[in-house]
């Protein structure tokens, strides 16, 4: 990792705001998205907090408050209030998170060229990591404020419904295998500690499930019927009055979704986006197949084509055996995740370059459908 | 009514918002609050919507979404969820709300230098009214989105908290009075029916209480004493946690409070404002006095200042005799909100000149503290 | 009052239970209404309490837990949670409470033998109407208990739904009115403070409004049009999707309701009960006439019959000018309540009797429906 | 399985009610329990429906509505609600269900005495085994519902806090494992597809964790220190206030319990009961232990005493390869809440005798602690 390398993810998360409007930086639609100005500015705190701080004698602290209103950590009491009021935070304006981020870019600039200890290295990795995961963030936070938009702004151009590939399915025997991260490459903590899992033999499919695909489920009553689903997800449906995914929009001629390029009508033979795991899952019971577990997904990764969309597993989110979190902040972030939550597999159209690899552990709760979530089916 | 007071309302708008950074105009921390994006923006459709389409026939509307994005009547179901909304329309951005507003005041002068018939007459003067009201609130919701900001920020100066006046009580004798507006100058639909009200002799202090009287409520125990509350009242109060105004908060030497010019030390001499009126009431009843009903008011108002603060009063926002609602949308503003709330009498610091006379009927929930809201008693 | 009017009550009450199975005596389904069970012994904790502690020496108290379990002045924090644990309290059994009252009833006859003096003869009259006003809460809470039964148990016999009287409307002149309690009978301290008001000329109906009349309301879309209701009225029907009055169902033929006796076809003769009074409100607008104000209603009522429906005025619950809280948990009762609520006039047919004046205020907030609340109209 | 075995589980199920007031089978405290009375219908409701309708064609319905009222499987919308009404049911009374009862017991004599077809001897052992797991709810649900009354009612005698047994640690060696159920004993679904897995070395505690251990833990400020927890349970403990487990009351020297046998000293050489997941592997955490997965349990569970306590895994509740929803409604009880719960294995205090086996999966979401729930560690 260089200095160069650290620019140009600085500058790409910055290019995913060039079409963007100062206000569309400052609001959250709900708690669980946060808005285009905190995630430039969390980001510049994280190098600033765990490089520049500790390793930069010189440096000199942008700003008094901006470690508490950038920090993400939240661990005293009332802290889910705390972080739906990022949306409310009309200061710093975007201009001045802009100065923000410059002059950290500066002193990081120093910083690399002096001191490029081993310890300074694996920060920089993670800190540009770390960057790349809000990048993806940023655009599919940017998508979910902006959908609620009757003018349907349109802000940024990622394909986000590319043509599916080959279809069939894979093959897969019965045996010991090996899963987990191994190797001196990035990666993060949840998951080390590479072990053996028993397979029993399965056959996965090459290609993602289609919005064509998925529009038939729909049509069949498929959110009408509650065999399909999970107890969880029947109430998640009802309570909602739930009728297809979200960004979905009936029209007069079958079906328009919001996109970062405005509204468009449903691509059939694109895979199918920002379904949950509970519609995964009704999804996958109606056509009588399942979803991978995570280890199936990982075996069977270099058999088929990923990276459109993040594939939901039938695995909770848990330790591997050995798991250890790191001690400190740094390490706060995975373990205390490790209930209530499914994994998924893969990486999206939204994931930048380079942050993708077939032993990551994404994670969300069932009933999140805001990332570019789809369906691999297993049988 | 003339365009050139038209006009100077429509400055006075703009000049308020003349230190806000783009970012302060799009947040609503709370429903009962606006973005002051919005207040611009709404108070434009009502020249649009009720003087400029109906009236003006060479008129070509601005924009053909912004009469839903701005109109605040909102009778169909989901409403609320609408209304709260309102803090996550990034677009149409400032720039182009403020686009919105020149191009309509060009169309009012259009308008008036053409058509000035009485009908007009009477929609630019409510016209205005309107925007007036939306003046006060505008500074209200700022404060409140604001004051949620680590930051302080300082936006506007208003001399928030003004010495209060002359002391003592007046008496007035037992008799009965006329009530209501009279007379041809503005006024709403809900101050009319002047009527004939028989009061028993009361006495009414010619002064608002002041922080510090309301600091030695507080430091008497009166946030702890049910005694003092209403059971609602008492319920508000506990499950808040309250234990002092709203914006006010424990320092090191006393209390300081957010104002729109930053934060400062409470002034023991100036009148206490945003206190509900279940603080009003308990205050009240530790003094051993009560707040007047609003024609105790409206009768005794010529004895004594008044302006500085919106003053709650016992009485309940309700009909007067021969109320009756206007037909349409125009109509549709008082009646509706006749239940749950209770009627202010008065004016503040933060309501423009020329909009307040001692007939007018404000009014709000009894929890409500974001209005400069203060205290007078009669015993 | 003698103890033969205290026996009376007091036999009253349990008649009211006669048909109730042991299980019918203990749930509560909402906070607002009570179990039957808690009904009996807070009705004979006040006795307990205010009679014979404080002035029979020999006293002994029944059982030292019951003072916390059947008091009903919760000042506390959290004391909401309490009340609606009422109906999770499955001790004492219903036999002990029964035990409990025959104690108290024993040693009130003792007290009562001994020291009739000035006190304890108005406490005990305080004391029985205490009873009463819990006999009318003791049939509402129990209709509304078992209304959400399948089985729609059949339990007490009482005329629900008589035959309205005479139509028609009477002219009250313009004048200044003397309203409030007079005279040496009981009374509640919220009549006391007889005064003058002045009303304008006004007409008022003879009869109350019918279940014919409301069911034309109804077929003419009045709960679908928002023309008719106030804002809080509108949100409470949209949210709860009420398109009938509380306990009626749409049958194959018209609407049935649940009454104590059972499932009944609707009457159209009788008058409308359990409406709110958003809805009694929302049925004067479309009428083309008012709700009238608590003082037109006392002003006029020697001119009307009334008692079969608690009638819903246009009158909040507000203090009677001089009006003061007596001191003590006994003076707790009314002052605490002057707000969110309106006043309801007369009586009803679950009103015991002697237990009703023209002078008698009741107050709700305005979405209760589950007391026998009816309209009355002016013009 | 034979009528003898079936009379003596329902008399059994009986024998656990004898010390019953008529008015403690009528309540339900939360959601999540049931009455009394409603485990004594559902159980029979299941004999009437799964067996003598079906397989008895003299059977005569016992009631028209009861199928309605104790049926659990609630797939319409708004089955929540219909649930928490459970507890409002006072009709039909307790006599009346006994009545039912007794009749259903005598209707399976005729059918068992008849048709001892195979499908009926598997519906026979499916519907003990049914009713017995409601024998364990009966017992914790009457717990929670009677733990909320002052007068600590005593109920029942069972040794809900036995001695804990030996204690050190087991190891198991690397390996590839067996799990779920064989052979033709009964089971449930959930545990069949008996499968391989492959496990790391660990070590296992040989006792669960005591009382006594757990105060150290509540002592050591564990309910504070949010390192301990994962961030769901930090905020369950926050949001509830969690100072010590469920039924744990302070006491001027150190703790007492509600048991069913009423207020105790907490015995610190018992083992821990009723801690949610979130206690017990913040426990863990703690001590510097884990959590067993739930084959790490049934491997090593030859090698420790179990049925004490059901003991929390680290295991999400997850089909097993080639697990299948049974058709129709007696399948949809397992797979179905495949989601957001984790398994315990083992068996309580509670559990009737010959109820339990190593190979069972039991589940509840991570902050149920109305079980007797405890902890064991791995490490």
């Known amino acids: 990792m260089t200095f160069e390398n650290f620019i140009d993810t600085r500058k790409y998360t910055e290019r995913l705001c060039e079409r963007l409007e100062t206000e569309d930086f400052v609001v959250q639609a709900v708690e669980e998205v946060s808005p285009a100005k905190w995630h430039l500015a969390h980001t510049t705190w994280f190098f600033e907090t765990f490089l ?16 508490y209103l950038f920090n993400s950590y939240y661990n005293a009491v009332g802290s889910r209030t705390h972080r739906f009021h990022r949306g409310l935070m009309t200061r710093p304006p975007v201009a001045e998170v802009m100065a923000y981020r410059e002059y950290v870019n500066q002193e990081m600039g120093i910083l690399l060229s002096k001191r490029m200890t081993e310890e300074v290295t694996l920060l920089l990795e993670l800190g540009i990591n770390h960057e790349q995961q809000h990048q993806e963030l940023l655009i599919t936070d940017l998508k979910y404020n902006l959908s609620l938009n009757p003018l349907h702004p349109e802000v940024l151009d990622i394909a986000e419904y590319p043509k599916r590939g080959e279809t069939g ?9 090996e899963v987990g991260h191994q190797g001196k490459k990035f990666s993060y903590d949840n998951e080390h500690g590479r072990h053996k899992v028993f397979l029993e033999a399965f056959n996965i499919s090459r290609a993602l499930v289609t919005n064509g695909e998925f529009e038939e489920f729909i049509r069949a009553g498929g959110y009408q019927n509650v065999d399909l689903w999970h107890s969880d997800g029947w109430e998640w449906v009802t309570k909602n009055e739930l009728k297809r995914p979200l960004y979905w929009q009936e029209s007069g001629q079958g079906f328009k979704y919001y996109t970062l390029e405005g509204m468009k009508v449903v691509d059939p033979g694109a895979p199918v986006a920002h379904v949950s795991f509970y519609e995964a899952a009704a999804y996958a019971e109606w056509v009588g197949c399942r979803l ?10 270099s058999r088929f084509d990923w990276g459109q969309r993040w594939e939901w597993t039938n695995s909770a989110y848990l330790p591997y055996p050995r798991y250890q979190k790191a001690p400190g902040a740094i390490g706060e ?41 789809g369906i691999r089916l297993v049988k």
């Open 52 to 67: 520049l701080k500790p390793h930069l004698s010189t440096y000199r602290e942008f700003h008094p408050r901006y470690s």
């Open 169 to 177: 399915w894979e093959s897969i025997d019965e045996g010991i295998y």
């Open 333 to 373: 972030y995975n373990g205390k995740f490790m209930i209530n939550q499914m994994v998924l597999r893969g990486a999206s159209v939204a994931t930048p370059d380079g942050h993708s690899r077939h032993t990551y552990r994404n994670f969300f709760p069932p009933q999140s459908a805001w990332q570019f979530s």
């Open 292 to 301: 991978p577990t995570e280890f199936q997904w990982e075996v069977a990764s």
